[in-house]
């Protein structure tokens, strides 16, 4: 059916999760040797099946992607701590294997996932990635890699111990296990029960995602008979005296894993014996109600008592290192008492530990075959017995990680110090671990691990007496809640980003004797990075200079041209003409500091300031932003570079080319960053050059629905907004378009930028005059005056105004063809003419229109139009034909074999309106 499914297992400890796996395995193994057998084929088989295991363990929780981590190291057969030069060259090898010469473009995504070194080409593909854009690519990558290997042969996937999962292992489970629903995969999830609710809250979402290929079971207690039946497999059908049996089907309680114990402790006590001919087993003496005592746990213990002093020295402090560990931190922790090689060697026979590998530095590595056995003897040790083995442990750690440690280890030394009781350093190795989950958008690590410092920074305040100490640790609780500021503004949670904002203030005050906490909180300020309202910016400014006279007063460049631009950036927000000063300002500072990004953002900022106002100077800025690009390898200032060289194609009216190499170009980067907010304003520009410049309106409308999903939560949505209705007009779905405008209103009203009122009431003066309602023409001439009111008081461009002459001039011809009183038409006609000669002159004042209401072929063919209505047949002929060329020069930009060349002339309705006069 090429379909596979999701398994939910699920039970308590010990009641055989991971020996059902394993016999589910040996089933096909068997199978696929008796079909082999049947064939008679000798050699060795290859599985009818691929599986792949990866496991989640108690002290991972804080490690992004640990579930993954563990499951790509099982299928390159490596282990975590090998010398990452030998995974790096595996996992090369097996992706060429998997992809052949197409592994280059995934390989590198894979290799970020398991925190290998790149270089050369692989580093290029990463380098620039914000951190979401990497996480959305390794999770692409993981889905791709998937697939690949269900298409060689089907695949089960089995995920174990799921309540110790990382959040970015479920939600990159989450994303990926749809496969099951079109491929042969088959994911086992298994977990114990009543694992929380964070768990069943991913349960109960993939339930509801991929209904009818989802399954649970639960595991519960074995039957009496059932475990009779274990018993038999294990040692025999008449071994054990019935009496016997019946006891063992008590005290178990119906757990398969205390049967394995119980026989376990007969066979170490020698009451259970093997014949070494025959193979059977047998009992050396009568079975005692003594040897079948003890629950499960005391069992367990049981075994770890019967070792000698080094053995149980050994396994307790592997133990305290966590579930794997490794040989030569144990021989650290040991010191010079004794070797742990011959310890680990009889745990390892013992069934308690298994070797897994060998790290390069921290020597075997090793885990504990069940958490069962790792709890017991942990909880062997008293407590200020752990204390001091996890101090050691870290101490130990903390000399690997200086040089080598990746987050996983930070996140572990944390782990350590914290059970250790050593606050001040727990809180160095979270905060570490919060940076470096930041850094690839583990967005609820990085939370949780911000969170845990604040918590050891409220117990170590509360503890500080000396000044001097009090104030290190509130500027340790500045940088640690400017870490999580960023991360609230990352992920568009604005609300608890105002009160994280307001907390830096406060701690800056109470650091007052250094102005430079002062500085960054004030420059941190949503009011200074997100102000959209006139109060908003007056509050913002009030801020910035205070800023900027700190900045000046400590003689601290950096924030003082921190500081300048925003203050030109807030400025140009509400036309104060000031801020090109400001921003020549700003850009000396950052040539005498010799900081290229910034001179380069300074003057594409400078470039859009004076924009289609002066085009002389703005190309004069823009070419010098071109002459630092080649000393810039941010992608973000590249984004406003292209913007800045695409403002020109749209003036020479090459939208062909605007759309191709620059817009589309700039979506590109915009998704390879990760910049999802960007994207969806991007996205409407592309739809917005695609659908009303050049006609394919459907596929327009598409995109711009998909760019208002990704900016809703920002009042800019307003933009995507006037293009879905703008383009609903455009295809005669004028209510439709006129709901969006009514929706859209409010948010013209509290932006700052008039430019969206304008654009909203010229909008809907085309979509009243593509309606043709005689009310609608009446309401076009007073919205006319609305914009053009906007236009006088040098709230937005002449174009505006221009653009809504002509709409007035066609809503005066409508009407003056819909009456019947003579006076009343020629009255109407003539102010169509004005109408129409006004928007020529101010199109010849620019020499271009750069707007997306209007075109430069529609202010020539409004005015031939109305000189024509008004019996000036041979001047209204030169404007038609003055249009026409307008219009077949930009038609000529569009290549041959280019769609758009069709959607170009028949689909938008002025073009139509043009080559008919034309004919």
């Avoid at 809640?481 to 830096?504: C, K, V």
């Avoid at 596929?699 to 998909?706: N, P, S």
Wanted: aromatic share 8%.
């Amino acid at each position: 059916m090429g379909q596979g499914g999701v398994v939910f297992l699920t039970g308590e400890v010990g009641i055989g999760k991971q020996a059902l796996i394993t016999e589910t395995r040996q089933y096909f193994l068997r199978q696929d040797a008796l079909m082999a057998n049947a064939r008679g084929m000798d050699e060795a088989v290859p599985e009818s099946l691929q599986w792949l295991f990866g496991r989640c363990r108690s002290f991972s929780q804080s490690w992004p992607f640990s579930l993954w981590f563990d499951l790509i190291h099982n299928w390159l057969g490596v282990y975590s701590g090998q010398n990452p030069e030998e995974i790096y060259a595996r996992l090369k090898e097996r992706c060429f294997e998997l992809w052949g010469e197409r592994y280059h473009q995934l390989f590198p995504y894979l290799a970020e996932l398991l925190r290998l070194p790149l270089e050369g080409e692989y580093l290029e593909k990463v380098r620039f990635l914000s951190a979401e854009a990497l996480r959305i690519k390794i999770g692409e990558t993981v889905q791709e890699w998937l697939e690949s290997l269900a298409q060689q042969k089907p695949l089960v996937v089995v995920l174990s111990d799921l309540e110790f999962a990382d959040p970015s292992s479920l939600q990159l489970a989450r994303n990926v296990v749809g496969l099951a629903s079109r491929r042969p995969i088959l994911f086992l999830m298994l977990y114990r029960s009543g694992a929380g609710q964070e768990l069943e809250t991913f349960v109960a979402a993939l339930k509801g995602a991929l209904p009818g290929i989802t399954e649970e079971i639960q595991l519960k207690p074995l039957r009496e008979a059932d475990i009779h039946q274990l018993i038999f497999y294990l040692v025999g059908e008449h071994t054990l005296p019935e009496e016997t049996r019946q006891l063992l089907v008590k005290n178990s309680e119906g757990n398969p894993s205390y049967i394995v114990e119980i026989l376990r402790s007969l066979l170490e006590k020698k009451v259970l014996i093997r014949d070494s001919e025959t193979g059977e087993w047998r009992l050396s003496r009568q079975v005692k109600a003594q040897d079948l005592q003890g629950n499960l746990n005391r069992l367990v213990q049981a075994r770890i008592d019967r070792l000698d002093l080094n053995e149980r020295q050994v396994i307790q402090m592997a133990s305290v290192i966590g579930n794997v560990f490794w040989s030569n931190v144990l021989q650290m922790m040991v010191g010079e008492q004794f070797l742990v090689k011959e310890p680990l060697q009889a745990l390892a026979k013992a069934q308690l530990i298994e070797r897994r590998g060998r790290h390069p530095e921290l020597g075997t590595e090793y885990s504990f075959r069940t958490d069962l056995i790792h709890d017991v003897v942990y909880e062997s040790l008293l407590k200020h017995q752990r204390e001091a083995l996890h101090l050691r442990v870290a101490s130990i750690l903390e000399e690997f990680v200086q040089t080598q440690g990746g987050i996983e280890h930070q996140a572990l030394i944390a782990y350590h110090y914290r059970q250790a009781g050593e606050t001040q350093k727990e809180l160095f190795y979270v905060t570490w671990a919060a940076e470096k989950a930041r850094e690839v958008y583990a967005v609820e690590e990085a939370f949780h691990h911000y969170n845990r410092a604040l918590e050891l920074l409220d117990q170590l305040e509360q503890k500080a007496s000396e000044p001097d100490r009090l104030e290190a640790l509130l500027s340790q609780r500045f940088e640690v809640l400017n870490g999580r500021l960023a991360l609230r503004y990352l992920t568009g949670d604005f609300e608890h980003a105002t009160a994280d904002a307001r907390a830096l203030l406060e701690i800056a005050d109470r650091l007052h004797e250094q102005p430079i906490w002062k500085i960054d909180a004030l420059l941190n300020q949503p009011a200074v990075l997100q102000a959209d309202t006139w109060e908003a910016v007056q509050e913002a400014l009030e801020m910035v200079e205070q800023a900027l006279g700190l900045s000046r007063q400590i003689d601290d460049r950096y924030r003082e041209m921190f500081a300048l631009m925003a203050k030109s950036r807030l400025m140009f927000l509400v036309n104060n003409l000031e801020a090109f000063t400001v921003t020549q300002e700003a850009l000396a500072l950052a040539r005498e500091l010799g900081d290229p990004a910034t001179q380069l953002s300074l003057l594409i900022e400078l470039s859009n300031a004076y924009g289609m106002e002066n085009p002389e100077l703005s190309r004069k800025y823009l070419d010098e932003a071109l002459a630092l690009r080649d000393k810039i390898s941010d992608k973000r200032i590249l984004l406003d570079l292209l913007s800045a060289l695409g403002e020109f194609q749209e003036r020479e009216g090459n939208y062909y080319r605007l759309l191709t190499d620059f817009i589309g170009k700039r979506l590109e980067i915009c998704q390879e960053i990760g910049d999802r907010l960007s994207e969806g304003f991007i996205l409407m520009y592309y739809a917005q050059v695609e659908g009303l410049y050049l006609g394919d309106y459907q596929a327009a409308l598409e995109r711009v629905t998909q760019a208002l999903k990704l900016t809703e939560k920002v009042s800019g949505s307003l933009y995507p907004m006037l293009r879905i209705a703008q383009l609903q007009g455009c295809l005669g779905m004028f209510d439709e378009g006129l709901e969006v405008l009514r929706r859209a209103e409010p948010l013209c009203k509290r932006n700052i930028l008039k430019i969206g009122e304008a654009g909203r009431l010229l909008v809907t003066m085309i979509l009243y005059n593509r309606r043709g309602r005689v009310e609608d023409y009446r309401a076009v001439l007073g919205l006319a005056e609305e914009v053009r009111q906007l236009a006088d008081e040098q709230r937005v461009s002449r174009q505006y105004k221009m653009a809504a002459c002509c709409e007035a001039s066609e809503a005066h011809v409508r009407l003056g063809l819909a009456v019947e009183d003579e006076e009343e038409r020629a009255t109407h006609l003539r102010k169509a003419l004005d109408e129409s000669a006004t928007a020529l002159e101010i199109y010849r004042t620019y020499g271009f229109v750069q707007i997306i209401e209007c075109s430069s072929e529609e202010v020539l063919f409004r005015h031939g139009q109305t000189l024509s209505l008004n019996g000036n047949e041979e001047e209204a002929g030169e404007f038609f034909s003055r249009a026409k060329e307008e219009l077949l020069r930009k038609y000529d930009f569009i290549p041959p074999d280019s769609p758009y060349r069709r959607t170009f002339l028949e689909n938008i309705r002025i073009h139509r309106c043009i080559l008919e006069k034309g004919r």
